[in-house]
């Protein structure tokens, strides 16, 4: 936490975001789920964690880079990558999500069995009333501000770099990268591509920092 939090300033001063608000929508994730957090993490780390992960994010190659990897280990879904590992027949058994992909699918991976990491900030409370009380099975609360009762903060920004956190954070030590790219990022539907590839430049940066503590990040991360 400590070595996160100036971090974390640092990103809402460059992108103008509100403590404030990000603060507001954790305390409703709190009120609406919070409950959850511990056990379902508590029972993650009782089944054992995999020493190395396949971390799966919305980039236009994760399809091709998920036939062509020999991997092994959990699966980790970054947010809409759920749905084209769903599609290719793959349940992730980590969703980390701020709610704004496809979340029907995740809800569905939930219901089968995969722990989904809820993440609240400023602009999402909509999709937290709407979606969080929809997931019946395991769920754990994040935020990305100093975290409230029942919700946790990892660190990391966006839903790929905090992915890489949660897992290092519970015990991962090798992280394979698919749908990963830095240079061409995919844009969302009514996301700004600038915003998503300074957005980007932040998510290298958290990367390297678990790299830099021993995490092994496959492919190294392009200079």
């Not at 089968?112 to 009333?129: L, P, S, T, W, Y």
């Not at 600038?194 to 991360?221: C, F, N, T």
Request: one cysteine or more; a negative charge.
């Amino acid at each position: 936490m400590d070595r996160w939090l100036p971090i974390y300033h640092d990103i809402c001063m460059d992108f103008g975001f509100s403590e404030i608000d990000d603060q507001e929508s954790a305390l409703l994730l709190s009120s609406l789920a919070g409950w959850k957090s511990r056990p379902s993490l508590e029972s993650i780390l009782r089944q054992g964690v995999p020493s190395s992960a396949v971390l799966c994010g919305g980039g236009d190659t994760l399809a091709s880079d998920m036939k062509s990897l020999a991997w092994h280990g959990s699966v980790i879904a970054a947010d809409g990558a759920t749905s084209t590992l769903v599609a290719m027949d793959i349940r992730p058994d980590i969703i980390v999500t701020d709610l704004d992909g496809a979340v029907e699918d995740q809800i569905r991976v939930n219901a089968e069995g995969g722990v989904v990491f809820v993440h609240a900030h400023g602009d999402n409370k909509e999709a937290i009333r709407l979606y969080v009380p929809q997931f019946i099975g395991k769920i754990v609360c994040t935020c990305q501000c100093p975290p409230v009762e029942g919700v946790l903060n990892f660190g990391g920004f966006t839903d790929g770099d905090r992915a890489a956190c949660i897992a290092a954070a519970i015990g991962v030590r090798t992280i394979r990268l698919a749908g990963f790219d830095f240079k061409n990022p995919s844009s969302k539907s009514g996301k700004s591509s600038e915003a998503k590839a300074r957005k980007l430049v932040w998510a290298k940066r958290i990367l390297s920092m678990l790299a830099d503590e021993g995490v092994d990040i496959e492919p190294p991360l392009p200079i």
